[in-house]
């Protein structure tokens, strides 16, 4: 992970934990409650910590200009995700106070996505007076094979019917969380159509509730860049109860190594500001390598030199070597 881009504020202590990455700092505008002017010493904070290195608590100094008395600001949250005491205490005399906030509950794949707000009437109050929260704890990966078999096999149900006419298939390297069994890595599975890569995570630790959360595609025609995203996930942040996500058919299912996606138009496709249905035929469906070679005895390789580079065989994933699809 590279190391961190951290911005000083001008007379402005430094976050006390060290161990994050991607870190943004803005300047904050100010607010008045009543006759004091209190200010946040930054008015983002965004990490991705590693697994297992988040530090126990992120702490933050907020400023005021008038310490003639002792005084409490009252903080909000937005989201109700991050963890921290509900005010901050000035003593009579001191300028500064810190705001802590308890990262103790940030566990691999788990993020906190917040925003907290200087009170009273926020609200109602223009300019920055808060501090918005991006925090997020990543996985380990590992390469995921099975049966002598170092890669998986992709039917691009949702851009290769656009490009190709037909959902082609081929394979892709295939990694799955330490922390998280059944959490699968793509790498960079539709880089044919993309000048960048871009990963794609498909959860599927619960096999009866495979789902793909929002994410980007790195795909660009011209519109806007696309991302896509399962329907479970879809009415899952919508709110919508499992049972009643499953009876709609909406999940995806991981059954004998394969997982599928039942029905039509299963996927969310986004570009730009726009929102369309994909996966029209039904036929997104990856399988993974406990179960490649059995299903490419039923398969055409017409499209293979869609996949990326994969190993062909234990001997060359010992050694490292890679080798293109035929």
């Known amino acids: 992970m590279k190391a961190l881009n951290t911005i000083l504020l001008a007379a402005a202590a430094l976050i006390s934990a060290t161990s994050c990455s991607n870190r943004a700092y803005e300047h904050t505008a100010s607010y008045t409650p009543g006759n004091e002017v209190y200010t946040f010493e930054k008015s983002s904070v965004k990490a991705v910590y590693e697994p297992g290195q988040a530090p126990a608590t992120l702490e933050v100094t907020i400023a005021r200009d008038n310490a003639d008395k002792a005084a409490t600001l009252v903080l909000a949250s937005a989201a109700g995700q991050a963890q921290f005491a509900p005010a901050v205490n000035f003593e009579k005399g001191a300028r500064e106070a810190t705001l802590t906030i308890d990262l103790a509950n940030l566990r691999a794949g788990s993020a906190i996505n917040d925003t907290i707000f200087l009170a009273p009437d926020f609200k109602t109050k223009a300019g920055k007076n ?162 490649v070679a059995a299903v490419e005895k039923t398969i055409s390789k017409e499209h293979y030199n869609m996949g990326v580079a994969y190993l062909q065989s234990p001997e060359a994933l010992a050694a490292g070597h890679y080798a293109m699809a035929d």
Request: with cysteine; hydrophobic share 35%.
């Open 130 to 291: 808060y501090i918005a929260l991006d925090l997020s704890m990543g996985y380990t990966w590992t390469r995921l094979t099975d049966a002598g078999c170092s890669y998986a096999l992709l039917t691009d149900g949702l851009i290769s019917p656009a490009v190709c006419g037909t959902s082609a298939t081929f394979p892709v390297m295939i990694e799955e969380a330490v922390e998280a069994p059944g959490m699968y890595r793509l790498i960079n599975p539709l880089g044919v159509y993309s000048k960048s890569e871009n990963d794609l995570i498909i959860d599927a630790t619960n096999p009866n509730e495979v789902k793909v959360l929002r994410q980007s595609t790195g795909i660009n025609f011209g519109q806007g860049s696309i991302a896509i995203e399962s329907l479970g996930a879809y009415h899952e942040g919508k709110g919508r109860r499992h049972s009643t996500i499953r009876m709609a058919g909406y999940y995806g299912t991981l059954d004998n190594g394969i997982i599928t996606f039942a029905g039509a138009d299963s996927f969310n496709l986004y570009t730009g500001s726009e929102k369309n249905r994909t996966n029209h035929t039904g036929t997104f469906r990856i399988v993974l390598p406990s179960m």
